[in-house]
């Protein structure tokens, strides 16, 4: 088993308990495969009783949907049912499952924390081999929309956004777990954009995974701002509302200078949504929550640069 850049995690002790938690109650889950699309997937276990939480995928569509879990066996499963704007569902085996993920003690973790991301990517395990390990940092927790068409899947909610490589096939619904082995959230369903031809590493947030294992709405769960974001910038109109979304001035000590944004920059996404021109930035922008941190994705000189802006209340700027 290896961590990220080839380092055997034996030779982590500082991380070697927290694998060794996280293999436990992680699985490997098969089921139906179409054309390029993998017919496989993880999930973690939330409970005593079989009860397995993944991320949405065709494999759920099987027939003969099974789980397997860490000692190698394998058990039929079905899907109880999903939860669209996280792109999760939950299954259930008919075993007991003693080594599982309490959705209620998640990890407290801050922005450069480490973290690892557990799961069958690229379904290199079988049978009993331990699942791949990749370690990451704790970027930050923000909204994301993403909506069909311009990615391959919708999702609607927060997201943990780590630097670890997570958007593989067969990675969705792995554990990403801090240093402590405690669960910081599920790796989730690939969000992939068509126009800049980037994927989002994610994992969907320990708390709003346990929203949606009580039955209770995960919509209703995100936090809701009437105030206004301002991001201490003016675009650069070029005869209408439908040009590129190209920054003009940047205000000194305000959100986009501190972010890093300068002139000329030309934003592709926000919030992990593509901005197609002006106008859609805009509309996009006015919906972003004050304080917190949203991943901005831009181009500069034939460049993409990822940052991280915190809009601010638009009666606090100045």
């Given at each position: ?27 490997k ?61 939950l ?5 007991p ?38 370690l ?29 490589i ?16 405690k ?42 701002s ?36 300068r ?23 006015a ?32």
């Amino acid at each position: 088993m290896l961590l990220c850049g080839g380092v055997r995690a034996d030779e982590h002790s500082a991380f070697s308990e927290a694998i060794e938690y996280a293999q436990a109650r992680t699985v490997k889950i098969y089921g139906a495969g179409i054309a390029h699309v993998a017919g496989y997937a993880t999930g973690i276990v939330v409970s005593s009783e079989g009860d397995i939480l993944t991320a949405q995928g065709v494999y759920l569509s099987s027939d003969h949907l099974r789980v397997g879990l860490p000692d190698g066996s394998l058990h039929p499963a079905k899907v109880i049912r999903r939860d669209m704007p996280l792109q999760a569902a939950l299954l259930k085996i008919e075993v007991p499952t003693p080594e599982f993920f309490d959705l209620a003690d998640e990890a407290k973790v801050k922005k450069g924390d480490w973290v690892l991301a557990v799961s069958n990517a690229f379904k290199v395990a079988d049978g009993r081999e331990p699942l791949s390990v990749n370690l990451g940092v704790y970027s930050l927790r923000t909204r994301v929309e993403a909506k069909r068409g311009v990615q391959d899947v919708e999702y609607a909610g927060d997201a943990v956004i780590i630097d670890a490589i997570t958007s593989n096939p067969g990675a969705s619904g792995g554990a990403v777990v801090a240093a402590d082995g405690k669960l910081v959230g599920m790796i989730g369903k690939i969000i992939e954009s068509k126009q800049t031809n980037t994927r989002l590493n994610y994992a969907v947030p320990a708390d709003q995974l346990k929203l949606f294992l009580d039955n209770q709405s995960t919509v209703a769960s995100v936090t809701q701002s009437n105030q206004k974001p301002t991001l201490g910038l003016r675009m650069f109109q070029l005869g209408g509302r439908r040009g590129p979304a190209f920054v003009d001035r940047v205000a000194a000590g305000g959100p986009a200078a501190s972010a890093g944004l300068r002139p000329d920059d030309l934003i592709v996404s926000i919030a992990g949504q593509v901005v197609r021109d002006l106008d859609d930035f805009e509309q996009k922008a006015a919906l972003l929550t004050p304080g917190r941190e949203t991943p901005l994705v831009v181009k500069r000189q034939g460049r993409l640069l990822e940052l991280t802006i915190t809009p601010a209340a638009a009666e606090d700027s100045k």
